[in-house]
């Protein structure tokens, strides 16, 4: 079936660096979504890609959809405290209601003050 | 607009025990799904409905019933609890066109001792 590699599993980083988290699949993906997740919490929606090589940006984030469409990436630039959280992707092949979205198995952003 | 509810937020079950976990939407969306997430684990799809009436399979089914009487409410059953059942339940519903994004409800963290 279809499988979606998250990496790295956990990353600590002290406040200010960057955090880029990468999402791998086995096949070409019709379209990936971002959450992310508070501790404690439930994920929440980011964005979706859906174009080969997209680049979207919101605010300090950068998210990235590859040339084959097999793979992403989300960017943090100057993390925060509020950051803090569990990044994860779902990755879609084909359209139509979530039944077909697969999750990675997420990055753990921890932020050293 | 309360977006999507779960209730309970916690219960603890005996094994061999039954409960039915809520959830209610009232954004009038056709898609609902229940995932569960077991700790440093992604999202695994347990069932989905994309309308009243209608519900299938995700990927781990097992031990698990839902039914969906009406758009808003989409309760999942357990029948004979059992200790691998003890996670975190997130129900999310969705429009359902295009991947739109999933709308989490804060979850129901379940022990089966």
């Known amino acids: 079936g279809q499988q979606v590699m ?6 600590h980083v002290q406040e200010g660096e ?3 988290t990468y999402c791998n ?10 959450y992310k997740q508070r501790p404690g ?6 964005i979706q890609l859906v174009k080969s090589g997209e680049v979207k940006k919101q605010k300090r984030l950068t998210f990235q959809f590859g040339e084959a469409k097999k793979n992403s990436s989300l960017h943090i630039t100057a993390t925060q405290t ?3 959280g569990t990044y994860f992707c779902a990755g879609s092949l084909r359209g139509g209601g979530a039944d077909g979205l697969t ?11 | 607009n309360a977006g999507v509810t779960q209730t309970p937020k916690f219960r603890i079950l005996k094994i061999g025990q039954s409960m039915t976990l809520q959830c209610a939407q009232d954004m009038n969306h056709n898609y609902m799904y229940w995932y569960r997430q077991d700790p440093g684990m992604g999202l695994k799809l347990i069932y989905y409905s994309v309308g009243a009436g209608i519900t299938d399979k995700g990927e781990v089914p097992n031990g698990y019933n839902v039914s969906r009487s009406t758009t808003e409410d989409f309760p999942l059953r357990l029948e004979l609890a059992a200790p691998s059942q003890t996670s975190v339940y997130f129900c999310a ?11 989490f409800g804060n979850g129901t963290r379940l022990t089966v001792t």
């Open chain 1, 6 to 11: 998250q990496i790295p599993q956990y990353q």
């Open chain 1, 18 to 20: 960057d955090f880029t």
């Open chain 1, 25 to 34: 699949s086995s096949t070409t993906l019709s379209n990936i979504q971002w």
């Open chain 1, 41 to 46: 919490g439930h994920p929440v929606f980011l």
């Open chain 1, 82 to 84: 509020t950051d803090v």
């Open chain 1, 103 to 113: 999750f990675g198995k997420g990055t753990h952003l921890i932020i050293q003050p």
């Open chain 2, 93 to 103: 519903s969705t429009v359902g066109r295009n991947n739109s994004p999933l709308h």
